[in-house]
């Protein structure tokens, strides 16, 4: 493992995170907006997660190659359906942190002259930072998963080096178990650095006062 | 962005591609589905049994719920590496690869399903003399099998979505023809792309549709659930 950091694996795992970290970055977005409009029109709630549901039934080796026509092989290809697949992780999350205040902690907010914009920046918000963390902490863990996959389009992320060996005749293990021992190894990294983001964006739950 | 007559000829191309093919993918297809239908049915078998138990026991939680949080880490072709090491090429070392990633949702929504089962319910159960088999066989069963079959669904379709990468291990199904643009052109691989594609929504259909079958028409509320469970119910 030693001998190929430099040249193979050290590239490969940072594309890999870019590759994660522009996706999760881009579904949250996307899942964030999505959940802002379920959270004030709720009949289209339901709707969205089912559509988000169904994107997330699209297998990812068809979903690459179905790209390819219109976006060639590159970074889009491989970014479209990691943001698609994120979405079914993070907006029910979203949606369930934003639903998360109690009644009486809603009432004592208007009750003392808070406007909606007002209610979500300081009262819906805060209090959905805990759910909103548990669905980032689920779909990074997945992206990096996924992203994987994207080594049967070329040259991209740590997928790449168990795809080359499996194609010999007669499989390298060192590069299929190091490459796979990075791979979860940055899941769990990743999971854990949002977690205690999480901790420390919420200092309340600590104390168990909220 | 380039929606132009030389994409749209490349999707004509492959939907002739199908036309041509049609017993040559559906014998692709099947495969896919053996292969997806023999590792589900390994999870099944494994992870059944012990997900109700512990759920009727109320034991080893963090077992139970660890299992799906460690399978969403754990990639596809990670796992069919490194079982292609052990159990050499061909279906078999597929069939357990896939049959691991299927075992976390299956474990963890079993137990969570027997696990939450409504306490006063239990407890009315017990009071009016049921033993523990009595009380899993006719209470905590049924009002659990909803949740069981999300699981079942959500393994189905990631195994279904998942096979066509064991073509790389030698796996077969319509992930050959995608991983083999060389002998299949760039509209074979578009066109069992697009199979793919519809295999795994069919799938998908017929579980929900199954999902709803099972469940007492009083439970039939939120049967569409989304895919994965949220963050409270992990």
């Known amino acids: ?210 | 962005m380039i929606f132009d007559t030389a994409n749209a000829h490349t999707f004509v191309e492959a939907f002739r591609f199908i036309e041509h093919h049609p017993g040559f993918l559906a014998t692709k297809a099947v495969e896919q589905l053996e292969l997806a239908g023999a590792a589900l049915g390994l999870a099944l078998l494994v992870a059944l049994p012990i997900g109700i138990a512990l759920g009727h026991l109320h034991r080893a939680s963090g077992v139970a719920i660890g299992a799906s949080i460690v399978g969403r880490a754990l990639p596809s072709l990670v796992l069919i590496g490194v079982f292609l090491t052990a159990l050499g090429i061909g279906f078999v070392n597929n069939m357990v690869a896939l049959a691991v990633l299927a075992t976390g949702p299956v474990l963890t929504n079993a137990y969570l399903a027997v696990e939450r089962v409504d306490r006063d319910v239990v407890e009315a159960a017990r009071g009016m003399g049921m033993s523990g088999r009595q009380l899993l066989r006719r209470v905590e069963l049924p009002l659990a099998t909803p949740l069981i079959f999300t699981g079942i669904r959500i393994a189905a379709v990631t195994v279904v979505a998942t096979a066509p990468i064991a073509a790389v291990a030698g796996g077969g199904g319509l992930g050959d023809v995608i991983v083999n643009q060389a002998s299949y052109r760039l509209a074979g691989v578009i066109g069992a792309s697009l199979l793919v594609m519809a295999l795994s929504a069919l799938v998908w259909l017929a579980l929900v549709a199954a999902e709803i079958a099972v469940t007492p028409r009083a439970l039939r509320t939120n049967v569409v659930q989304v895919v994965e469970p949220r963050e409270g119910a992990l």
């Open chain 1, 1 to 210: 493992m030693h001998d190929h950091w430099g040249d193979t694996l050290e590239p490969r795992l940072v594309e890999h995170i870019e590759l994660t970290l522009i996706a999760v970055g881009i579904g949250f977005a996307i899942a964030f907006a999505l959940a802002l409009l379920a959270h004030r029109y709720r009949p289209v709630e339901h709707p969205i997660g089912v559509v988000a549901a169904l994107l997330f039934t699209i297998p990812s080796l068809a979903a690459f190659q179905l790209l390819v026509p219109f976006f060639g092989l590159g970074k889009t290809t491989i970014e479209i359906p990691l943001v698609a697949y994120s979405l079914v992780l993070l907006y029910p999350n979203i949606v369930a942190g934003l639903r998360a205040a109690p009644p009486d902690v809603l009432e004592a907010a208007r009750g003392m002259g808070f406007g909606p914009r007002q209610l979500l920046l300081r009262v819906e918000l805060p209090l959905a930072v805990p759910s909103i963390v548990g669905g980032l902490r689920l779909a990074v863990v997945s992206t990096v998963s996924i992203a994987t996959i994207a080594a049967f389009l070329g040259e991209q992320g740590l997928g790449y080096p168990i795809f080359l060996a499996l194609k010999e005749p007669t499989p390298f293990r060192t590069e299929i178990y190091a490459a796979g021992v990075l791979v979860v190894a940055l899941a769990l990294a990743l999971d854990a650095t949002l977690a205690l983001a999480g901790r420390a964006l919420v200092p309340w739950a600590r104390k168990g006062l909220a």
